[in-house]
C-alpha cells in the first residue's frame, strides 16, 4: 500500500484518505495532491504538446482515439494510475502482458511514446507518463467530439509492473450487472458511475472472440442471444463467422463508430449493444433507468462520463517514494 502523506497535504485530507482505505482495503483510490495547474511553472506549454502529438498521430489513424482511451481504464484499474500498464518487460510478465489485457491496441502505446518523446524535449524529466496517459486519453475524447474537461496532475510513474497483478480487477465482457456492480463499486465506483464509463464503448473496435458466444453458443435450445436485435445478430455472424480467427474485429458502435456521442445509450434501446457487459445494462431493472436517462440526453451522459474520468484518474495515484518521473514510458529508470 502507498505511503500518502507529503508535504502540503492538511491532516484532514490524509485522515479522509486513512478513511476510505479503511472502507476498501483491496483498493486504494485517495486524491492525492492533484491539480490541473501542476506543471504551470516546470512545464507550461505542457497541455498544448500533448494536444498536437495526439492529433498528429489521430490524424494518420483514428484507432488512435479508441485505442487511448482504452489504455487509462486498463491502467488506472490496475494498481492505479501510474502507467504500470506501459512497461515493456524482458520477460512478457509485466501489465500489459496479462491476458486481461484483452489486446489493447499498439497505437494507444504509441501516442503515449510519442507524447512523451515531444515532451521530453520541451521539459526533460519533468513530466509523468501517467499524467500524459491521463491528457491524452482526454484529448481523444474531444476530439471524437466527445467532452472536455481539464485534467488533474501530479500522478508519479510505477516502479513495478506485474502481469500477475491484472487478474481479477478488470471487467469481462461476459459479465452481468451483478458482477461488474461490486467490481467498479471496489475502486469506489457508483453504478451510475458505472453505466457512464461503459459510455466509452461509443468508439472503438472488438474482436469476434469477445462476443461470438452471444451468437452461436448462448444456451444449448437459444443459440443467439435474444437480447439482440436480431438484424444486427445477422450481421455480426456475417463478419463473424463460427470459428472465426483471432483478428477480425467489428466496430462497437454500429452507429457513429468514430463519434464521442450518447448513442452507446440509444443502441441499448434497441438491442444493438455488442458484448454481454453492454446489453445487461439495459436488461437489468438496476441499471434500466440510468440508460434511459443517458439515452434521452448527451449532456447528462457527458456530465457524468466527465465526473467519472476524474474519478478514475484519482484511482491509486503515487507520490513520494512510492514512484518516479519516467525518461521514457516502456521502461523503469534503474
Ligand atoms: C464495463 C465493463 C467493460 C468491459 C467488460 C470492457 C471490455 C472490453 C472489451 C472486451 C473490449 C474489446 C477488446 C478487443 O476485442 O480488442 C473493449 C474495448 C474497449 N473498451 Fe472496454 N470494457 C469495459 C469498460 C470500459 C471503460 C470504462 C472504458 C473507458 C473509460 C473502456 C474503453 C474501451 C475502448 C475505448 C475500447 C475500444 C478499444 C479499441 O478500439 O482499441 N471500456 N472493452
Ligand atoms: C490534422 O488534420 C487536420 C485536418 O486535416 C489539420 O487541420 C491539422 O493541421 C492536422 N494536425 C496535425 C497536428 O497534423
Ligand atoms: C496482451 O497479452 C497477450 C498475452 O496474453 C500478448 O500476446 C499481447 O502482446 C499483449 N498485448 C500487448 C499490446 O502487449
Given at each position: ?73 486498463h491502467?488506472?484499474?490496475v494498481g492505479?494510475?501510474?502507467a504500470a500498464v506501459l512497461i515493456a518487460s524482458k520477460n512478457n510478465d509485466a501489465e500489459k502482458d496479462a491476458e486481461d489485457n484483452?489486446?489493447l ?53 510505477a516502479l513495478a509492473s506485474r502481469a500477475s497483478d491484472v487478474k481479477?480487477k ?160 516502456t521502461a523503469f529508470?534503474?
Amino acid at each position: 500500500m502507498e505511503k500518502r502523506r507529503r508535504g502540503g497535504v492538511s491532516s484532514l485530507m490524509v485522515l479522509a484518505a486513512l478513511l476510505t482505505v479503511a472502507a476498501m482495503p483491496s483498493q486504494p483510490h485517495v486524491a492525492a495532491a492533484l491539480s490541473a495547474d501542476y506543471y504551470k511553472d516546470s512545464c507550461p506549454d505542457l497541455e498544448s504538446i500533448v494536444r498536437y502529438e495526439v492529433t498528429r498521430k489521430k490524424n494518420e489513424t483514428v484507432v488512435t482515439i479508441p485505442a487511448t482511451l482504452r489504455l487509462v481504464f486498463h491502467d488506472c484499474m490496475v494498481g492505479g494510475c501510474d502507467a504500470a500498464v506501459l512497461i515493456a518487460s524482458k520477460n512478457n510478465d509485466a501489465e500489459k502482458d496479462a491476458e486481461d489485457n484483452e489486446s489493447l491496441a499498439g497505437d494507444g502505446f504509441d501516442t503515449i511514446n510519442r507524447v512523451k518523446a515531444a515532451v521530453e524535449k520541451k521539459c526533460p524529466g519533468v513530466v509523468s507518463c501517467a499524467d500524459i496517459i491521463a491528457l491524452a486519453a482526454r484529448d481523444v475524447v474531444y476530439l471524437a467530439d466527445g467532452p472536455y474537461w481539464r485534467v488533474e496532475l501530479g500522478r508519479l510513474d510505477a516502479l513495478a509492473s506485474r502481469a500477475s497483478d491484472v487478474k481479477g480487477k478488470l471487467p469481462a465482457p461476459e459479465m452481468r450487472v451483478k458482477e461488474l456492480t461490486p467490481l467498479f463499486q471496489s475502486n469506489g465506483f457508483t453504478t451510475k458511475e458505472m453505466v457512464a464509463l461503459s459510455g466509452a464503448h461509443t468508439v472503438g473496435f472488438a474482436h469476434c472472440t469477445r462476443f461470438t458466444n452471444r451468437l452461436y453458443t448462448y444456451s444449448s435450445s437459444t443459440p443467439t442471444d435474444p437480447s439482440f436485435n436480431s438484424d444486427y445478430a445477422d450481421q455480426l455472424k456475417q463478419a463473424c463467422p463460427r470459428n472465426v480467427g483471432p483478428t477480425i474485429a467489428v466496430n462497437m458502435d454500429p452507429v457513429s463508430p468514430i463519434k464521442f456521442d450518447n448513442a452507446y445509450y440509444t443502441n441499448l434501446l434497441y438491442g444493438l449493444g455488442l458484448f454481454t457487459s453492454d446489453q445487461v445494462l439495459y436488461t437489468d431493472e438496476t441499471t434500466k433507468p440510468i440508460v434511459d436517462e443517458f439515452a434521452a440526453s448527451q449532456k447528462e451522459f457527458f456530465d457524468a462520463f466527465v465526473a467519472a474520468m476524474l474519478k478514475l484518474g484519482r484511482l491509486g495515484v503515487k507520490t513520494g517514494k512510492d514512484g518516479e518521473i519516467r525518461r521514457v514510458c516502456t521502461a523503469f529508470n534503474h
